[in-house]
């Protein structure tokens, strides 16, 4: 029995570091959900002395148009939704607003899967002309995507968070209480592999259309920050195997690891990813074989 193997952890050392991985896990999920490209766009805009919060979709669906709208202003306005496809040069396309229950708004039209449009709002209002958003923010970027079924892309989702849990756990250990480390790196390479390599190219190709966008086919962020945390893992787990009895080396390794993990994982979601190229599409090549990867 090795060193690390024969120690006894204290339950409450133990508890206090699952509870700290499962902190630590949570933090990286709320930071995922709130950056990226396909997070909604927060911002607010006054009319007549009254402040409307609003939130502009980023990411939507290739089944239906989608709706734009903005919370609709007490007093009397009237405004336009500007469009066009991104990247192109096309004109922008000006669509009127309407009033929709409690909004105003008006629908961009749907797009193929990794199809993105361009646009913004303007408003007419006693105080002046408004756009939104603001000018510091620029105009809006929509990427479009195909449904992926529920039964496939919450377990991804799943597997990918308990993945993250259990590799700072198992960095943890690796710092404070090094016993169970072999197996909790063999879990978090099982995982990552489950959800990450086998679910991950599965949401990928119902959404894009296509397996796997990563290196070497491509520079899909999502896919090569997978194929990373899964290499170093891997390698982890090689020197937990090949040094057996260095423990300063197990532990450095698993630590490593899981920093790598944490570091990748902090990358924000859908960067460099899928892109339909509309200058081929305007060639005559059909969506599928239009889109492009790592922009």
Not at 25 to 46: I, N
Not at 133 to 141: E, F, K, M, N, R
Not at 259 to 265: G, L, P, R, T
Request: one cysteine or more.
């Amino acid at each position: 029995m090795t060193q690390e193997a024969s120690r006894n952890t204290p339950r409450w050392l133990n508890i206090t570091l699952w509870i700290l991985a499962v902190m630590l896990m949570l933090t990286a999920v709320v930071y995922q959900r709130l950056t990226g490209p396909t997070h909604k766009l927060r911002g607010e805009f006054s009319v007549a002395d009254q402040t409307y919060r609003y939130r502009l979709i980023r990411s939507a669906y290739s089944t239906a148009d989608t709706l734009v709208a903005i919370p609709l202003p007490q007093t009397e306005v009237t405004g336009d939704l500007h469009y066009k496809r991104y990247p192109t040069r096309d004109e922008f396309t000006v669509v009127p607003l309407e009033i929709h229950g409690e909004q105003m708004g008006a629908r961009l039209p749907v797009q193929p899967p990794a199809g993105k449009l361009e646009y913004y709002l303007t408003l007419e209002t006693s105080d002046g002309n408004l756009t939104i958003p603001d000018a510091a923010d620029g105009s809006v970027i929509i990427r479009f995507k195909g449904p992926t079924p529920i039964y496939v892309l919450l377990p991804h989702v799943l597997l990918m968070f308990c993945a993250v849990m259990i590799g700072l756990r198992a960095g943890l250990a690796a710092l404070f209480a090094p016993s169970g480390i072999a197996k909790l790196s063999w879990t978090t390479l099982v995982l990552v592999t489950a959800g990450g390599l086998m679910l991950g190219p599965i949401v990928q190709k119902t959404a894009f259309g296509a397996y796997w966008t990563g290196f070497p086919f491509g520079f899909d962020l999502t896919d090569n920050k997978t194929l990373i945390m899964w290499l170093v893992w891997a390698v982890a787990l090689f020197m937990l195997t090949k040094y057996k009895t260095q423990h300063l080396v197990r532990r450095t390794a698993v630590i490593g690891a899981a920093v790598v993990m944490v570091v990748v994982y902090l990358i924000p979601h859908s960067l460099r990813g899928s892109e339909l190229d509309y200058s081929q599409l305007d060639q005559g090549v059909s969506p599928a074989d239009a889109v492009e990867t790592g922009r």
